[in-house]
């Protein structure tokens, strides 16, 4: 008997089959592209910690170019000496703590019988100590990133700053070394080195070449003022949560 191809039934049970075989198909090639995904993480997060430390491979002015892959292991067990998760007064050291996610612990903080893990790193390059911090927060479009470190005077040191879907030519620009680089030397603490100030990546600001560093302001990216103010907002919404264990350990 032939089978009859014209039937309602026929074209859902093989769309039923269809659906079954591709999803196990994905599923499976998934489960098989899993550990290959999670190395590539490691890299990535890897090679953003050492860029805010100034440790990469960089040649031209404008260059943004990582530590390679085949060598990123290594140099990040060389540079980054500790890695600590600050959970409420207790401080720990995690050799993970850069895989922590920072929305996921955002979203549990919300509880407030919850007390966030805030990963920081410690480096050290060239005699002098990094503490690099991880930041995230909201962009024009989406999610935006970074890090940021800072010397035992709270000076920042270098930034590494990325997006999910700002605006190319515009907010994208976050993440070219012209506007990362003036970060460099930026103090985050107020003159008397009390209270946390921040950073403000700012449209009005009288400095375009960057040269005073006591203001707490960088210049804006033209046509992204919203991307900016998401900037502006993470540094000092993240980097404030860090400030109270990196007062106390000067002390």
Same mark, same amino acid.
């Given at each position: 008997?032939?089978?009859?191809?014209?039937?309602?039934?026929?074209?859902?049970?093989?769309?039923?089959?269809?659906?079954?075989?591709?999803?196990?198909?994905?599923?499976?090639?998934?489960?098989?592209?899993?550990?290959?995904?999670?190395?590539?993480?490691?890299?990535?997060? /890897?090679?953003?910690?050492?860029?805010?430390?100034?440790?990469?491979?960089?040649?031209?002015?404008?260059?943004?170019?990582?530590?390679?892959?085949?060598?990123?292991?290594?140099?990040?067990?060389?540079?980054?000496?500790?890695?600590?998760?600050? /959970?409420?007064? /207790?401080?720990?050291?995690?050799?993970?703590?850069?895989?922590?996610?920072?929305?996921?612990?955002?979203? !549990?903080?919300?509880?407030?019988?919850?007390?966030?893990?805030? +990963?920081?790193?410690?480096?050290?390059?060239?005699?002098?100590?990094?503490?690099?911090?991880?930041?995230?927060?909201?962009?024009?479009?989406?999610?935006?990133?970074?890090?940021?470190?800072?010397?035992?005077? !709270?000076?920042?040191?270098?930034?590494? !700053?990325?997006?999910?879907?700002? =605006?190319?030519?515009?907010?994208?620009?976050?993440?070219?070394?012209?506007?990362?680089?003036?970060?460099?030397?930026?103090?985050?603490?107020?003159?008397?080195?009390?209270?946390?100030?921040?950073?403000?990546?700012?449209?009005?600001?009288?400095? +375009?070449?960057?040269?005073?560093?006591?203001?707490?302001?960088?210049?804006?990216?033209?046509?992204? =003022?919203?991307?900016?103010?998401?900037?502006?907002?993470?540094?000092?919404?993240?980097?404030?949560?860090?400030? +109270?264990?990196?007062?106390?350990?000067?002390?």
């Amino acid at each position: 008997m032939a089978l009859n191809t014209d039937k309602n039934s026929y074209t859902i049970i093989f769309s039923i089959i269809m659906v079954v075989v591709v999803g196990a198909l994905l599923a499976f090639v998934a489960q098989g592209l899993k550990p290959t995904i999670k190395e590539n993480q490691r890299i990535e997060i /890897q090679q953003n910690i050492l860029y805010a430390m100034g440790v990469n491979e960089n040649e031209g002015d404008g260059d943004v170019t990582f530590v390679g892959a085949d060598k990123i292991k290594d140099e990040f067990a060389k540079y980054v000496k500790k890695q600590l998760v600050i /959970q409420g007064d /207790q401080v720990t050291e995690d050799p993970n703590a850069y895989l922590i996610d920072l929305k996921k612990e955002e979203n !549990l903080a919300k509880d407030a019988n919850y007390k966030r893990r805030l +990963p920081l790193f410690v480096g050290e390059k060239d005699g002098k100590t990094f503490y690099i911090i991880p930041m995230r927060g909201k962009g024009l479009w989406d999610a935006i990133w970074g890090y940021v470190s800072v010397d035992d005077a !709270l000076v920042v040191q270098g930034v590494y !700053l990325d997006h999910k879907g700002e =605006t190319p030519g515009l907010g994208a620009e976050i993440k070219q070394r012209y506007f990362m680089d003036d970060f460099q030397g930026e103090q985050i603490m107020s003159g008397s080195g009390e209270a946390f100030e921040g950073i403000s990546v700012a449209k009005g600001n009288n400095d +375009p070449l960057n040269k005073t560093k006591d203001d707490h302001e960088i210049d804006a990216l033209a046509g992204a =003022t919203i991307t900016g103010n998401g900037v502006t907002a993470m540094i000092k919404k993240d980097v404030r949560m860090y400030i +109270p264990y990196l007062q106390s350990i000067k002390k």
